[in-house]
Structures are given as structure tokens and as C-alpha cells.
């Protein structure tokens, strides 16, 4: 019993001197401040003088969880070294400074800063997007659609025709796709508006009188609602003919018949493919380039009228694939093969700029200029002939310049990364000729509404791309 009681009396002795120990501390230590009315919320802000006037009142969205504010986008006749804000905060707290100094780099139409709201000691810092009411321009791609006919699983089977290398040639022209086919389909045009609905619906071509050459039907073209095809002069005596035609159902118009061996220095082959350029009246030039280094030049006239055949005596051998474009309307075309890189060159030949063999592939052919709502375009499609390569619609921006040769200049000194890609096939082909085009959609209005892109391959099929006009959104 003493024993328990000692240890009690042990243990009251403890706990009374811990007690007293505490209380004589606890003055020592100063207390914790009592922050909990010091908040810093962003509840609400305005721009309070945006406009030409500086009477606009613009206001922001917060996004409390993310730290960030979002206006509408500002007129560029605002007052950016003034800019001006008006917030609605916790209790205490204000804007660390109510008006900012901005200043946007040329050509930029976005800009973040970082506002802070201060209740001292503490502060939080936003971050503020402002963006610029300017003109948008060309097409976005991100909204792009796609109707594939294709090897490529993403879309549709790949179109029937293109099955041992019996379709070669295909023309484009915004309404109506045309197939050359060597095949059972035979020679035949699809309707955009069909394929964009998955449906086909062949319109076969009349091949009346359509005889001689190594192939009497092997590439063509689709323009302005007319149709060409072309036939493959293998050899000097097999002729070459173009057929022409502006009802498909109707007997077609021999509007070349050329004895090749009659035109001198033309070179062995021509028509493995074919480049027309014609206007909105049907004047123009064909070119036929063969598989050496000359090229066969012929001049339409009123969509049917061929005349004046020409040889160009280029130095360089482009190859059987190649093609030969025009530029809008001026006297200047892109030269390119599957194995020499662009040059820009006029009507008869004259090179005035070869791009390096490395800033596109080398592999890219049927290049072409593409307008679309206030930007221009490069495109291409790859040609896959060797292993490792790919059948590959690649456009790139080439906006800037006030010619085709400043406008490839200034692309070579850039990143040279495309704009938009998309493959139709993997397989490798011996008679790889490529095509592609291209055509704008117009509003009620007759402004550019959207852009269709077109890219077809031997054996690999086709695919048609639409791409809308760039909207300017809040």
C-alpha cells in the first residue's frame, strides 16, 4: 500500500511540474497569425477599355482550377499600353497593379501574361490569355474529312479498279473523279457527291474509236467538266493520241493523233503520264515527258484544238513519271520526278529555282499549287517504287512570298515540316504514276467555303480530302 501511494504521489509531482513548465513557455513562442480571412480568389474581371474608344467593356472567364482567364478576343485598335482591369476579389486582397503595358511581336495574334492578387502575406498569380480580333486565313486542317478509297484501313476498301496495275491514270476537277482503267470497270467517272456519301455510281466513258498505242487508254485528266484521256506510245511509230470529251456518254473527239517518230528529238516514250494545264477558257499546254531527258510540249486551244508540238531539251532526265504544272496563270510551272527534287521552270523549260533533294522527299511528284482563302499550299504525293517507301498526300505552307520562287525560298529557310499528311499505302509499286488535284468549294456568296484535296496512286487507290475555310472563334 506505501508503495502505491508513493508512486501516486510520484506521478501528480510529474504531471504538475510538466504543466508548469508549459505554462512558463509558452510565452516564449509567438503565436500563429491568424491568416484565414487573408484569401486571394479571383471571383470575376473585366478589360475596361478595349476598343478604339476605349469604352468597351470586355469580361473574362475564370478558371479557377487551371489558374487561367480568357477574354473575348480584342479589337487591334485598342489601347495595349494601358490595357486596364477591374476585379472582383475575396475580401482584402486588390490586383497587384490594375492597368499593363502590352505589347504584341508582328504577326502574333495571342498573348499570356500573369496578373497576381495580393491580401499580405499571401498572393496568387493568374494567368491571362489575350488574343487579337484578326483576319483568319487558308484551310484548317484540323477539321479536315476524309473519303478514303484507299489501301489504307482507316476508310473505305480501296477502290476496285486499282488492282494489277490496271489503273494508272485518274483526273480530278472538284465534280467528278475519273478512273482510266485497262480493266473490266473500263474507263469511268465517280461523283464527288456519291463518294463523300460512300456510294458508287460509275459513269462509263464512251469508248468508241478509242484504238492504237502501246495502251490505247493510260492517263488523262479531269477539267472544267471536260475529260481526257491519253493513250501510251511506247515506241516511235505507236501513236499517241488524246481523246476528249464533254459527255461522257457520246463518241469522244480525236484531238491528237501524233506519230511521234515525225517530231524530232522527242524521245522514246510518252504517256506513262501526262500534265494538263489549261485555263477557264481551254487554252494551254500539254506536256508529255518521256522516259529520257527530252519532253513533248503541245498547245491546246478552246479546250480541243491541239497544235504546235515542241521539244524541250531539258538537262536533266526527269523520268516517265513526272509532271510539269502550272502556277495559277503565270509562266511558271514545277518540274519535279520521283527522283530529282522541284525546280521552277517557264512554258519552255527555263529553270529559274531547283529546291534541295532534302527539304521534301525526294520521292515527291505531281506537285502542284494549291490557293485557298488567302494562303497558298504545296502539294505533293509520294511516289513508292523502292522499299522503304510510301504512298503519302503531303501538303505544306508556302504562304509567304510574292512569287512561287520567294515562296519556296522562304519555306527551304524554315522548318520544311508539312502541314498535312495522309497515307493511302505502304506497298511498293513498278509503275508508280501518281496524281493529284485539287478544288475550292464556294459559298452563296462566291467566297472560298472549303478546299478539296485529291491523291491517287497505282495499286494504292485514291482518297478525296475536305477541308474547311479557318473560322476566327472566341
Excluded at 499593363?100 to 491571362?128: D, H, L, M, W
Excluded at 473500263?186 to 466513258?205: E, F, M, Q, Y
Aim: hydrophobic share 35%; proline share 4%; net charge negative.
Amino acid at each position: 500500500m506505501k508503495k502505491i501511494c508513493n508512486t501516486s504521489t510520484t506521478g501528480l509531482l510529474i504531471a504538475f511540474l510538466g504543466l508548469l513548465m508549459f505554462s512558463s513557455c509558452k510565452d516564449d513562442f509567438p503565436e500563429a497569425m491568424d491568416t484565414s480571412s487573408k484569401e486571394t480568389v479571383l471571383k470575376s474581371i473585366k478589360i475596361m477599355n478595349a476598343g478604339e474608344d476605349g469604352n468597351t467593356v470586355l469580361q473574362g472567364t475564370v478558371d479557377e482550377d487551371k489558374k487561367e482567364v480568357s477574354f473575348p478576343r480584342l479589337d487591334t485598335l485598342t489601347d495595349f499600353s494601358k490595357l486596364r482591369f477591374e476585379a472582383t476579389l475575396s475580401d482584402g486582397a486588390k490586383l497587384e497593379q490594375e492597368t499593363y503595358n502590352i505589347s504584341f511581336e508582328e504577326g502574333q495574334s495571342e498573348k499570356t501574361i500573369e496578373i497576381k492578387v495580393v491580401n499580405t502575406p499571401r498572393f496568387r498569380e493568374y494567368f491571362v490569355k489575350l488574343r487579337l480580333r484578326v483576319p483568319v486565313f487558308g484551310a484548317d486542317f484540323g477539321k479536315a474529312t476524309v473519303y478514303d478509297y484507299s489501301t489504307n484501313e482507316q476508310g473505305n476498301p480501296a477502290y476496285e479498279a486499282f488492282t494489277g496495275q490496271l489503273t494508272r491514270g485518274t483526273g480530278f476537277d472538284g465534280e467528278h473523279v475519273l478512273i482510266i482503267s485497262r480493266g473490266a470497270t473500263g474507263a469511268h467517272l465517280l461523283k464527288v457527291s456519291d463518294l463523300k456519301n460512300n456510294i458508287i455510281t460509275r459513269i462509263p466513258i464512251n469508248t468508241t474509236g478509242v484504238t492504237g498505242g502501246t495502251y490505247t487508254m493510260n492517263m488523262g485528266a479531269q477539267i472544267n467538266g471536260h475529260t481526257y484521256i491519253a493513250s501510251l506510245s511506247g515506241a516511235a511509230a505507236s501513236p499517241l493520241k488524246i481523246y476528249h470529251w464533254t459527255d461522257p456518254a457520246a463518241a469522244p473527239e480525236v484531238i491528237a493523233n501524233i506519230n511521234i517518230g515525225t517530231i524530232a528529238g522527242a524521245g522514246p516514250r510518252h504517256g506513262d503520264n501526262v500534265s494538263f494545264n489549261l485555263d477557264d477558257e481551254g487554252n494551254g499546254y500539254v506536256y508529255f515527258i518521256s522516259t529520257d531527258k527530252p519532253i513533248l510540249r503541245l498547245k491546246i486551244t478552246n479546250y480541243n484544238q491541239v497544235s504546235d508540238p515542241y521539244v524541250i531539251n531539258s538537262a536533266t532526265a526527269y523520268g516517265q513519271w513526272s509532271s510539269y504544272l502550272q502556277v495559277g496563270n503565270a509562266d511558271s510551272y514545277l518540274l519535279t520526278g520521283n527522283t530529282t527534287p522541284i525546280s521552277v521552270v517557264n512554258s519552255s523549260g527555263s529553270i529559274s529555282y531547283t529546291m534541295n533533294a532534302t527539304s521534301i522527299p525526294k520521292n515527291a511528284s505531281d506537285a502542284r499549287v494549291v490557293t485557298f482563302n488567302g494562303e497558298r499550299y504545296l502539294l505533293v504525293i509520294t511516289v513508292a517504287r523502292s522499299a522503304g517507301e510510301s504512298t503519302v498526300i503531303q501538303l505544306y505552307d508556302i504562304t509567304r512570298g510574292s512569287n512561287i520562287v520567294d515562296a519556296l525560298t522562304i519555306f527551304e529557310q524554315g522548318d520544311k515540316k508539312p502541314l498535312y499528311s495522309y497515307p493511302l499505302s505502304s506497298n511498293t509499286n513498278t509503275a508508280p504514276a501518281s496524281q493529284t488535284g485539287w478544288a475550292v468549294v464556294k459559298d452563296e456568296d462566291g467566297k472560298d467555303k472549303s478546299l478539296l484535296i485529291f491523291g491517287a496512286a497505282t495499286d494504292a487507290g485514291f482518297a478525296i480530302i475536305e477541308v474547311p475555310k479557318k473560322v476566327l472563334e472566341d
